[in-house]
């Protein structure tokens, strides 16, 4: 699937794209990112499994795995908000 009037150094995610939306890949915010080795680049582990083709063939698996996906990250995202909630050590509280 091509798509017009996307800057070529914006990579988008695949697996919004096979779910017939435009979203930028959030990278290292999304579960399914590896951050890499000293081997291995950082990357999608859609596309090293070879999936961006089966998914714009098989729409329903794409909403599948943002389903998944989205599972995964809620602890993540918790995690985050958590940290903002912190409260402030003494001595910065004021």
Known sequence: MRVANVPKERELCHLYLAAGRIEECPK?????????TAVVEPGCALERLGLPRELE???????WLLKIRARLDEPREREEQGRLLMPLPPGLRD
């Open 28 to 36: 290292s915010g999304c579960s399914l990112w590896e951050s890499g």
């Open 57 to 63: 063939r098989n729409p329903p698996l794409a909403h």
